[in-house]
Structure formats: structure tokens, C-alpha cells
């Protein structure tokens, strides 16, 4: 009786090591799913900010106490600075800058009024927004930028405070801190002068020394060595926010502004004036800016061009600065993007192999765009649809459609 099953046994035994065997020494199938996402042609790097700019300067005898902040939109007409005479205690002025930095918080955050005063998770929500942008300000080592952020989250965290219940509203402090800055100022002096603004635009403080030279009827003349040059410079300069008795500010046009950018002969070889591109200002916004192209300069001997573009989006902060890190889009495709290794001709048609179900099916695509490395494609016909998250076929040992895919 036992011999009788002895030789089943031993052909079953057989039988699983042989598929073990198949299914350790078998190329696996793998698959990737199918998402929609963008090529871009474009060049990352630094560029410079062209604008128009209108310089001031304000004799002073004694102190001008700044009453809005580096960077921030005026209107015309709008206190800008408080010009006091006689001789002043720098104690006064540094305590008196810090009482104006805390109102300009809680009227920034509309403290009392906002939609969402109430609302704890927004204000968490904004609070780690600003927290990013003090990170930001870190690495660029803007102090003072740093020091008005931090009022900023002081403020909100207070409003955080009032929302769940843990504290009063606090429009009695910025009543007791606007007491606060009427003595101070009276410590300051006689008041002299007020300084308004002459045109709306963005409150910048001091002067780096570009503005006579970087103009808009300037761009026509901007190569890839005059970027560069000021590029090193501004890495090194000094801004001059007063000189002797002398306080200077500027308002910036924020309705349009340039951005010069060098970037390889390859990529703006062929871009021609009122092309439309994009660009990217990822120290300050993720968003793509639409822009004109309105200069491209001959190629210099390391193959760089300059290209100068228009833009009337308004990025907080950005118009502050003079150099700031750039991606310049050419062209930007969206779709489905895939590695150009994963598309196959069969009968004389491009596509790509997908799992459905069981079974490899082949789909003809169309290429919409494509680089040396990825593709962004469509499906070729209607009656053959691709989709997100279709399983796309990356390695097989054969392809050919219908084939059965077994699980391993």
C-alpha cells in the first residue's frame, strides 16, 4: 500500500520545486501607475529684477521713525516716515520701532475683525505659514524682515489664544500700544517733517545704487557679463538707508516689473521677443508668473544668452530684492507623462504595454512632447483609452499583447 503512493508523492514534490525554480530564475513584471504631471524646458538659476523705481531722500535733524514695513504696497498719499529734530535717544527710537512693528501685526492680521477670527485650525494653518517664511528670511539673512515675522506669529498666536477660549479679545492691547507710541514719540521731539508717499507702489527702504542704471529702457542692453556683474556686486554691496542727514527710500512700481535671466544658447536660441514664458520665484511663491519676453541678447563665448521678460504678477516680498533665484520655463507640456523607455512600436504604432486585469494589453498613444529621457502622451484613439493610474508594463521578459500575466 505505501509504494502505491510513493510515486504521486515524488512527482508532486518534483513539480513544486521546478515552479519555485521557474519563479526564482523568471524576470519579474513590474508596473508603474500612470499619473498626470508636466516636462518643463527650462534653466534654473539667478537672475535680476529690473524695475521702476522712484528714489527719495529726506534731510533729517534729528531721527525719521519708518512707519511701514521693508516691501510693503502704499498708497498715495500714505504715511510713510515721522521726521523729528533735535538730538534723540537711540533707546527711544529702538522701542519706538518695536511698539509700530507690534500694531502693524495685529492690524495685518486684522485682529478683530478677520473672517476667521474665530477659526483656530486657519490661524495654526497661518501661523506655519509664516513660520516657513521666517525660514526663508534665515537663509537670506534679512533680520529685520525676521524680527517683524516673529510680532506676526506673537499676534496670531494670541488670536489662536482668543478662538479656543484661552484669552480675552485683545483690542485693549493695541489701544495700550498705540498709548504706548504716543509717549514715545513725544520723547523723540518736535516732529519736523512727514514723509508721504508721491505714488502708490512697494515701500522699499534705502538704495543699493541700481536704480539710474537698471531700467525699464535699459533692458535692450543687459548681456550675459552685465547680469553677472550685477549679480557679484550685490552680493557684496552695501544699501544706503542714511547717509549723514540724509534718510532714502524708494517706491517701486508693482504693476511691472523684468527679470533677467542667462541661460544656455540651446534652450533661447531660438525665442524671439513677445514670446510668452513663464517664471518661477520658488524662494517666495511656488506659482507660476505668465511673462513676455521683451530683450534677448547675442551669445556671449561660453554660449549664454541673456533674456529679459515682462511680469505683472505681484509676489509678496519679491520686489525687495534686487538678485533673486529664478526658473525661467520656456515651455511647459502637461499630460501623461512616462519614461521614454516604457513606449514600444508594434506594427508601426507607438504605445505602451497595460496591465488590464490579467492581460497585457498594447495601447497606441500618441507623443505629445517628449525629451531624451520622458514623454508626456495621449491615447491615439477613443476606442482604446488610457486613464490615472492605468498599470503601465516597465519590464517583462516579452511583450506582445493578450499575453496572460501570472501572478507571482
Not at 224 to 230: H, L, R
Not at 253 to 273: C, R, T
Request: glycine share 6%; with cysteine; hydrophobic share 35%.
Amino acid at each position: 500500500m505505501k509504494n502505491k503512493w510513493i510515486i504521486p508523492v515524488v512527482l508532486f514534490a518534483v513539480l513544486v520545486v521546478c515552479y519555485v525554480v521557474r519563479g526564482f530564475f523568471q524576470t519579474r513584471i513590474t508596473v508603474e501607475m500612470l499619473q498626470t504631471d508636466k516636462i518643463e524646458e527650462s534653466s534654473s538659476g539667478l537672475g535680476v529684477l529690473v524695475k521702476s523705481e522712484s528714489v527719495n531722500s529726506v534731510s533729517i535733524g534729528g531721527a525719521a521713525e519708518v512707519s511701514v514695513r521693508n516691501g510693503q504696497r502704499v498708497s498715495n498719499g500714505q504715511l510713510i516716515a515721522t521726521v523729528y529734530g533735535g538730538t534723540t535717544d537711540e533707546s527711544v527710537k529702538t522701542q519706538l520701532a518695536d511698539v509700530n512693528k507690534k500694531i502693524n501685526a495685529m492690524k495685518d492680521s486684522n485682529a478683530g475683525d478677520s473672517v476667521f477670527i474665530n477659526d483656530a485650525t486657519k490661524i495654526e494653518s497661518e501661523i506655519a505659514d509664516t513660520v516657513d517664511q521666517v525660514i526663508v528670511k534665515v537663509t537670506e539673512h534679512d533680520l529685520e524682515s525676521i524680527s517683524e515675522y516673529k510680532y506676526r506669529i506673537s499676534t496670531l498666536a494670541d488670536q489662536k489664544a482668543v478662538a479656543k477660549g484661552e484669552k480675552k479679545g485683545f483690542s485693549n492691547d493695541l489701544v495700550q500700544l498705540q498709548a504706548e507710541k504716543s509717549v514715545l514719540e513725544s520723547q523723540l521731539g518736535k516732529i519736523e517733517n512727514v514723509v508721504v508717499a508721491s505714488s502708490p507702489g512697494i515701500f522699499i527702504e534705502g538704495s543699493d545704487g541700481f536704480e539710474e542704471t537698471l531700467t525699464p529702457d535699459a533692458i535692450s542692453t543687459l548681456t550675459p557679463n552685465t547680469v553677472k556683474e550685477v549679480i557679484n556686486r550685490d552680493k557684496n554691496g552695501e544699501i544706503t538707508r542714511q547717509d549723514g542727514s540724509n534718510y532714502t527710500y524708494k517706491i517701486v512700481n508693482n504693476y511691472s516689473y523684468y527679470v533677467a535671466v542667462n541661460v544656455a544658447d540651446s534652450l533661447a536660441g531660438d525665442i524671439q521677443v513677445g514670446d510668452s514664458v513663464k517664471v518661477r520665484f520658488s524662494d517666495f511663491s511656488a506659482s507660476d508668473c505668465p511673462a513676455t519676453v521683451r530683450h534677448v541678447s547675442d551669445k556671449n563665448e561660453k554660449n549664454e544668452r541673456t533674456v529679459v521678460a515682462e511680469c505683472s504678477t505681484y509676489v509678496d516680498g519679491l520686489l525687495a530684492k534686487r538678485v533673486v533665484n529664478v526658473d525661467f520655463v520656456k515651455k511647459s507640456v502637461t499630460g501623461y507623462k512616462v519614461k521614454v523607455e516604457y513606449l514600444h512600436t508594434v506594427d508601426n504604432a507607438v504605445g505602451l504595454f497595460i496591465k488590464r486585469g490579467a492581460v497585457m494589453k498594447f495601447i497606441p498613444v500618441n507623443i505629445v512632447y517628449s525629451t531624451e529621457e520622458e514623454a508626456v502622451v495621449s491615447a491615439a484613439s477613443s476606442e482604446k483609452p488610457i486613464k490615472s493610474y492605468d498599470e503601465v508594463v516597465t519590464s517583462a521578459p516579452e511583450y506582445y499583447d493578450g499575453r496572460v500575466i501570472v501572478s507571482q
